[in-house]
């Protein structure tokens, strides 16, 4: 079955410091995963996409990792901002099927002063 | 472009009422979706239309949900009869390739059913 499972569930941190989201999946044949940043009362926004020949990426402070032979993804925040607050959803895409995205159920984080 | 623009962003209703939610895509995207997020399950598909088609309504939750892609710049989603447990933040997302493409989401329409 294709699943993806995000960690942790929610997170708390000081602003400032570094925080590493975790994404396992087991959607196959895959095609590309991408992460989602949803802000509280706002519809999700797409903040990188990493297919399968990519192993990392930056977009400003956030990198995200991809191994393929693992199936995991990684997304990394730097230096974080009380703007940084959101919800960051994994969304894994598979190449072929009628329903070709599968979602995670997101990281709450919370960045505070 | 103004993004995918959806209606209302609240609605507030009784039991056994009629609730319609309305979505405009991006001008050009042929992939249309409409999603149900909870805290509970985050964010469930109900169902995408690609070039207007119904292609996977398997997550639509039981005959009270119905959705119509009239044409290429309108979608509905119905629930009738409304309860309780529909209550969530319904999110329309357009994309321009069903498979692999960026998801652009609307603003979402929070449904409270009393």
């Known amino acids: 079955k294709n699943q993806v499972e995000q960690s942790p569930q929610s997170l708390i941190i000081l602003e400032g410091k570094n925080c590493t989201l975790q994404?396992?999946?087991?959607?196959?044949?895959?095609?590309?995963l991408r992460w989602y940043k949803q802000d509280t009362g706002r519809g999700p926004v797409s903040l990188t996409i990493m297919t399968f020949s990519e192993n990392t990426k930056s977009n400003g402070r956030y990198t995200a990792t991809l191994d393929a032979d693992t199936k995991q993804s990684s997304l990394h925040i730097t230096a974080s901002q009380l703007s940084d607050s959101a919800s960051y959803i994994c969304?894994?895409?598979?190449?072929?099927?009628?329903?070709?995205?599968?979602f995670g159920k997101g990281t709450r984080l919370s960045v505070i002063a | 472009d103004a993004g995918v623009i959806q209606s209302p962003r609240h609605e507030v209703t009784e039991m056994g009422q009629e609730v319609t939610l309305r979505c405009k895509p991006i001008?050009?995207?042929?992939?249309l979706f409409w999603y149900r997020q909870t805290m509970m399950r985050g964010l469930e598909l109900l169902i995408y239309f690609n070039n207007n088609v119904p292609i996977d309504d398997s997550g639509m939750p039981e005959d009270r949900f119905s959705a119509k892609m009239p044409n290429a710049s309108f979608s509905t989603l119905k629930i009738q009869p409304s309860e309780p447990r529909d209550s969530a933040v319904y999110f329309c997302?357009?994309?321009?390739?069903?498979?692999?493409?960026?998801?652009?989401f609307g603003e979402g329409s929070r449904l409270t059913v009393l």
């Open positions: 001008s050009g995207h042929n992939s």
């Open positions: 969304v894994v895409s598979a190449r072929s099927g009628n329903t070709p995205l599968v």
């Open positions: 994404c396992n999946y087991t959607v196959s044949p895959f095609s590309n």
């Open positions: 997302a357009s994309s321009l390739e069903r498979n692999t493409g960026e998801l652009f």
